[in-house]
């Protein structure tokens, strides 16, 4: 299994540009979860979905989109490219049978907004 | 909103001392998890904890978890330089069954003195 796995690891954008952040699971996870991590800040969540066709927003939703057609992949979508977007954006996924599952990380992409 | 605070933000150690970290909650939680990250990586499940009282061991580690279900602490002895890295805790504040979002801690950062 390859986990969770995102792509690009790295990236830098242009004010106002628009760019996807791909996530995929191999796990079967019917939960998966965007997060960003800003410096001494942890992680804030900004979209989540328990299910292919399902997304709910987070903590910090403003200025991203999101979408869940399969049960493996939740792109992240920026549109509008803004220097406060700035982050490191981390994937996870967690199985749903029990209460509080541990999550599963993605290994990150690094996003910076000149 | 609901948000759980850690303490210290920076911890340096002499290898081989020990040391804690604390995560606090101004209401109850469900339940409480504590992850690892190490520089450049992505964040990794360490442990749950659900009863309020309970204390779990994992080799030089202990987790603590508050007898009101408002506080948790994680204890390094002996630290290591594998120790490295910053500690999260996270918790559930929701009691529904089906609710798994975390709440991230802003973490503490460990730097470990040969």
């Known amino acids: 299994n390859a986990g969770v796995t995102q792509t690009p690891k790295f990236r830098i954008l242009k004010i106002g540009q628009s760019m996807t952040l791909q996530c995929a699971q191999d796990?079967?996870?019917?939960?998966m979860y965007w997060y960003r991590q800003d410096p001494g800040m942890g992680l804030k969540l900004i979209y989540y979905?328990?299910?292919?066709?399902?997304?709910d927003k987070g903590e910090v939703p403003n200025g991203y989109n999101v979408s869940r057609s399969t049960t493996e992949d939740f792109p992240l979508r920026l549109e509008l490219a803004a220097p406060s977007q700035t982050s490191v954006y981390f994937c996870?996924?967690?199985?749903?049978?029990?209460?509080?599952?541990?999550?599963?990380f993605g290994p990150g992409t690094r996003l910076t907004v000149l | 909103g609901q948000q759980v605070m850690q303490i210290p933000q920076y911890q340096h150690v002499q290898e081989g001392e020990d040391f804690t970290t604390y995560c606090n909650s101004s209401?109850?939680?469900?339940?409480i998890q504590w992850y690892k990250q190490r520089p450049g990586g992505h964040p990794v499940f360490l442990i749950q904890?659900?009863?309020?009282?309970e204390v779990k061991k994992q080799k030089r580690l202990t987790f603590q978890f508050g007898e009101a279900k408002k506080n948790s602490s994680l204890h390094i002895t002996a630290t290591q330089t594998t120790d490295v890295g910053t500690y999260f805790c996270?918790?559930?504040?929701?009691?529904?069954?089906?609710?798994?979002?975390?709440?991230f801690g802003a973490g503490t950062t460990v730097t470990v003195r040969a």
């Open positions: 796990m079967n996870h019917n939960y």
């Open positions: 979905s328990v299910g292919a066709g399902i997304t």
């Open positions: 996870a996924s967690s199985r749903t049978s029990g209460r509080g599952i541990e999550q599963f």
């Open positions: 904890l659900v009863k309020s009282g």
């Open positions: 209401t109850t939680l469900s339940n």
């Open positions: 996270a918790g559930i504040f929701s009691q529904r069954s089906n609710d798994y979002k975390l709440s």
